[in-house]
């Protein structure tokens, strides 16, 4: 049964610090993997899709990448912002067409 | 890209009645979509798999006869928690599948509905 994991659970940083969020996973036959952003109380907007096949994606100032082997995903946020205040799910998808979410990375960028 | 809507975004339900969300595809025809629930502070949490014509699919530990699933049309998707308690109170969030998509096996989610049990 696939787990996933985030780390840390929550993370406060000074505007235009650079950040990691980390991802993983125990079932490395995974499809794809999708990072999303929840502000509270709102739905998910989804922010990159990792094909299995693929290493990394880039939109903006955001970099996730994947290792299957190794069960890990961490997405990179460049120069954080106040904006980029929210939650951020890591989902594994598989071959039984199921996301499977993650714990959850709470982040808080200070202005 | 695609768009998910849900109906209420917000509802407020006394203990003991039911009470019915709604899921809709708005561009495009949804053969499978989802119903996850979502815990203050938690993450999602996959209740049932919604087939168009056919029985919701469970999750193992969700009741059935408590979360009723309907997916009528291709394009709408109907949960309905009877007999409301207050445990009940969760943030519920819809998806729904694009055959036709870029990636056949992606998903798009709603916005989530906020239910409230008094």
């Known amino acids: 049964k696939q787990e996933v994991t985030q780390i840390p659970a929550a993370l406060s940083v000074p505007e235009g610090e650079n950040l990691v969020l980390n991802c993983s996973f125990t079932d490395s036959a995974i499809y794809n993997l999708q990072w999303f952003r929840q502000d509270p109380g709102k739905g998910l907007t989804s922010l990159l899709l990792i094909q299995s096949s693929q290493r990394e994606q880039t939109s903006g100032r955001l970099n996730a990448s994947l290792d299957k082997s190794s069960g890990r995903s961490t997405l990179y946020i460049a120069a954080s912002q106040p904006g980029d205040s929210a939650t951020y799910l890591c989902?594994?998808?598989?071959?039984?067409?199921?996301?499977?979410f993650g714990t959850g990375t709470r982040l808080k960028v200070l202005a | 890209g695609a768009v998910v809507s849900q109906h209420p975004s917000r509802v407020i339900c006394k203990s003991g009645t039911s009470v019915k969300i709604e899921c809709r595809s708005l561009?495009?025809?949804?053969?499978?979509m989802f119903w996850y629930r979502q815990f203050p502070k938690k993450s999602l949490m996959l209740m049932a798999t919604?087939?168009?014509?056919?029985?919701?699919?469970?999750e193992q530990g969700v009741e059935k006869d408590k979360f009723l699933i309907n997916h009528a049309s291709l394009t709408l998707s109907t949960l309905t928690v009877t007999s409301a308690h207050p445990e009940d109170s969760s943030f519920y969030i819809c998806?729904?599948?694009?055959?036709?998509?870029?990636?056949?096996?992606?998903?798009?989610f709603g916005p989530g509905t906020r239910l409230t049990v008094t």
């Open positions: 998806s729904a599948r694009d055959p036709g998509g870029a990636f056949s096996y992606e998903q798009y």
């Open positions: 561009d495009f025809q949804a053969t499978t």
């Open positions: 919604s087939n168009e014509g056919s029985k919701a699919t469970y």
């Open positions: 989902a594994s998808f598989s071959g039984t067409y199921k996301y499977i």
